[in-house]
């Protein structure tokens, strides 16, 4: 008898079924109980959508909406802040220097994310040397205000994905390659025409890749918001937190972490139809027909 | 690149050092203020040494850095094991299969952190408790089952795009020649995937040095591993000690991505192969 293919991914499949598909499906399976007293986090006798409406309510709805919003400025900033920087990395640089300038985005994403985050605590604290220096130049009257704000966190939120982004997006300029760009400086596109005609639309997976890898994970923020947004910048990820831990109410808190993922998949999916939606009419603007070419002489052809 | 250089060459060039400074900032910060002899982090005082000695001193800092180390070596061996056999089945075994499990695989990495902790934590209560499984109220197997899950899928991912860039005709020649599938497996498939076990198995130890929330919900008091115990330092007042065991861990960070990168240099990758190894894409 023949092993079946995929034999030697059982183990794998067997740990991850066990530790994260149960689990996470014990997760769906409490949202739709409730908190019985006191003492009780969760039970599940009575099935309802109540727990959904409860997340939904104006005193969390507020929550949500801002989650969003830091999620998809902080993504596109990360976007703005990542394209010259990986096209400088990717065209501009020697091949030596890209090598060890790859290293340094490397660095800090495998530094500690809770200790980079500390990191802009110390800088922003309105004790801190930032503050102190800004005040003895004149530039502020006042001690930096702002830290536990929400700008803090998007600041904070940026600065901990931005590599994320940037590696991606390096991959694709890199991709791309000499061999196209000159090609299209033969053809007669200046530098502006070429980037925004050849290069950047056939860096479209990497630009992609970088949006998802930077949103997901950042709406799912749990620690960028508690060290840096305080009280006033509070994310989904501390909410679902905040009802497994302090409240003890895990129904609710499960209702919140499913949410979480639905307002993930559905901005992703809302996301992709935009850029098609605006990306569409543009490149069917721009394509060349060979049919249009009929009337030029056998030269140019 | 031999032309002259534009407005906009400089421009960019200049970006990018903004760019790397923004990167670098809070890093160096910590870095300088691990020297910090004051109570408090936040408030420099005047330079010194005592923050490392605290280290050695305060059996709660070194606890949990030992904690820390000791689940990132269990979970970096059994993700790299669990990971290292699905890689190969995938790249080597392929078929309609390898759809649902990448799948999976895609489902576990992009699932919130913060939705496998909470879900976690219920569960190993459940096998603990419930089911009488004492070994999930271990706190070592606790971290180490939360710390598995993603770097299982990112060593699998990892091994598989190093064998589907190989050809299978050394495997296939090992088995004209008589040697059976096991000897195969370890004479030459494993020799091949090599590289990609060794960065796999690195990353997977720094992922499990660097998890925060799994670890703040699976963790049992006793083994608290280090980022939970600098989570909440963060509500009694973060100390300069917090900033030299920072110090000393990047410098352990910067060890192990040398040698990532060293491996992977040495198998033949370009940088631009190796940033996509190092970064899991």
Redo the contacts between chains.
Sequence with gaps: MRAP?????I???A??AA??????A??VY?SFGYKPGIFG??ATDVLSLDRYREALSPTFFTTFTNTLRVGVLGTLLCLV?GI??A???AV????GK??F???????????????????????L?P???LSGMLQALGLRENPLAILYTRSAVLLGVV?NY???M???L??AF??VGPAMREASKDLGAN?WRTFTRVTLPMARPGII?GI??VF??L??D??TA??LGGARGNMV?QL??SQ?QAAQN?AL??AM?VL??IV?AVTVLVGAAIAYVVTWPLSRARRLRLADLEGLPEKVR | MGERRTVTDYLLYAWGALVFAFLFLPILVIMVYSFNEGRLLVSFTEFGFGSFRAIVDRPAVRSAVMVSIQTGAIAAVFATLLGTLAGVAMARRPGKWVLWFVGLLLLVSVTPEIVDAVALLPWLVFLGQDLGLSMFDNGVVRLVVGHSLFSTAVVSYIVRARLVGLDAQLEEASADLYASPLTTFRRVTLPLAMPAVLAGGLLAFTLSLDNTIISAFVQVSGTTPWPVYVLSALRSGLRPEIAAVSTLMLLLTLVSLMLVWLVLRRAGDSSTQIARTMTGT
């Design positions: 293919r995929f034999l030697l991914a183990p794998a499949w740990w991850l530790f994260f598909v149960l689990p996470v014990t997760v409490f986090t969760h802040i010259p920087m096209y400088w990395m501009k640089v020697s091949p890209r090598a300038l790859l290293a340094l985005v490397i660095v800090p994403f495998w530094t500690n994310f809770l200790v980079r985050t500390i990191g802009w605590q110390v800088i604290a004790e801190g040397w600065y931005l590599p994320l940037i590696l991606p390096f991959v890199d991709r530098r890749a998802l890898l997901i994970p709406m799912g749990y620690i508690t060290v990820g679902v937190a497994f895990w808190g499960s972490a979480l993922i993930i």
